[in-house]
């Protein structure tokens, strides 16, 4: 049996290996195939295509890439079109795949959507293209079954792997102890975000602040956890211009360790801000787009929902401050930061609260993944 697979980006191939780790257990013989990350890649995977090469984000960064990418998305229809997978799994990057899975769904394929596209948030016109393109969507927050059901759209809820991954209770001294930072330092975790664009933007501002923090808490230690060689070279140029006296700890694929590590974060939005509430960590988060597209996105009001941050929308209040765009400076987030480094019993509350959320989204995600998968496969006569 042959499943076919595209992700984008490091949260889709942490959710796709675990799905085809929990699917190989129930269908052993089972081969996968299509666009692949490296941990994709450690499960076994035909690899037509790395997923660096989807990474894009934003509508002028997209208008930059779509020739690209549309040969590349009319390639994979034509090969999977001329030998039919048992089933196509479209991981997140909706944008890409629901198109993918409209023209595979039309022409007989199966389809599968897995990470709920954010219609509940923005662009809530997008539920009808989802409901043509998909025979099941896989939901990783409670909130967005309800949502999509009620428009008419085949979803199942399966809660977020992250949330079994790592622990109810970090341990920090063990993190410090293998980052090599001091017991009683002030730590800061400074994530700028998993894409290229996202580092090129939010590097000054973050590193600015960091400076700035600095001045006011001369023990703190500072840890950039990147996602890969790419952006931490671009990380290391920005910083050469905009602040080459800033003493920073940078490794790659160390996030968790350095949240554990952390006594405040401040972070990209994302996946990471989800990251940090399961670290039980206070955030500050700041986020700029390419400015046409957030000029477009305002004018058009496309944006629907109060947060922007996962962590606010699970928390359903705003326990990250957020700076959007121009508020994304130091000026901004040094006291948002600072107000966390100094106040402990503000870090207790939210640590508290994060917990509760936490312990919500504890399901074993991959295997009810997996058998959502199944069920769909057996429905259709296909095992």
């Known amino acids: 049996m042959r499943i076919a697979i595209v992700v984008a980006e490091p949260s889709g191939d942490l959710l796709a290996a675990g799905l085809m780790k929990a699917l190989r257990e129930r269908l052993p013989e089972v081969r996968f ?18 997923m660096d090469s989807l990474s894009v984000m934003g509508l002028f960064e997209v208008l930059h890439h779509l020739p690209r990418l549309l040969r590349l998305r009319s390639t994979l229809l034509e090969r999977w ?48 293209a989802i409901r043509r393109a998909v025979d099941l969507l896989l939901t990783i927050f409670p909130f967005e079954t309800v ?15 992250l949330a079994c991954e790592m622990s109810l209770e970090p341990d920090r001294m063990a993190a ?11 730590v800061l975790a400074v994530l700028p975000g998993s894409r290229s664009g996202e580092v090129g933007r939010l590097t000054r501002p973050f590193l600015r602040t960091a400076v700035a923090l600095q001045h006011r808490l001369p023990d703190l230690r500072i840890v950039v956890p990147l996602v890969n060689e790419k952006t931490r070279d671009l990380l290391l140029a920005e910083k050469e211009q905009c602040c080459p006296e800033l003493d920073i ?22 996946t990471a801000t989800l990251e940090t509430l399961l670290s039980k960590r206070p955030m500050v988060v700041g986020y700029k787009l390419n400015a046409a597209t957030y000029a477009i996105a305002r004018f058009l009001k496309l944006v629907k929902i109060e947060h922007v941050a996962m962590a606010n929308l699970l928390a359903d209040e705003r326990l990250a401050p957020e700076f959007i765009q121009a508020e994304c400076e130091p000026k901004n987030l040094v006291p948002a930061l600072l107000r966390f480094f100094e106040d402990t019993d503000i870090r207790q509350r939210i640590a508290t609260r994060y917990r509760e959320i936490h312990k919500t989204l504890r399901t074993d995600t991959n295997r009810q993944a997996a058998n959502a998968v199944v069920e769909l496969l057996r429905a259709r006569g296909l095992v």
Not at 110 to 122: C, E, L, N, Q
Not at 176 to 186: P, T
């Open 176 to 186: 410090r102890a293998e980052l090599g930072l001091e017991e009683k330092s002030s």
């Open 147 to 161: 949502f999509l059901e009620r428009h008419g759209v085949p979803a199942h809820y399966v809660g977020h792997p």
């Open 33 to 50: 195939e299509g666009v692949a990350g490296p941990k994709m890649r450690q499960v076994g995977i035909d690899e037509w295509e790395a």
């Open 249 to 270: 700890a940078i490794s790659i694929g160390t996030s968790r360790l350095a949240l554990a590590a952390a006594d405040v974060v401040l972070t990209a939005s994302g």
């Open 81 to 128: 079109r001329d030998t039919p997978p048992a089933v196509f799994i479209g991981v997140d990057a909706p944008d890409f795949n629901l198109t993918l899975e409209r023209k595979l769904r039309a022409s007989g394929v199966p389809t599968v959507h897995y990470v709920s596209p954010t219609v509940w948030a923005w662009r809530t016109g997008r539920v009808r």
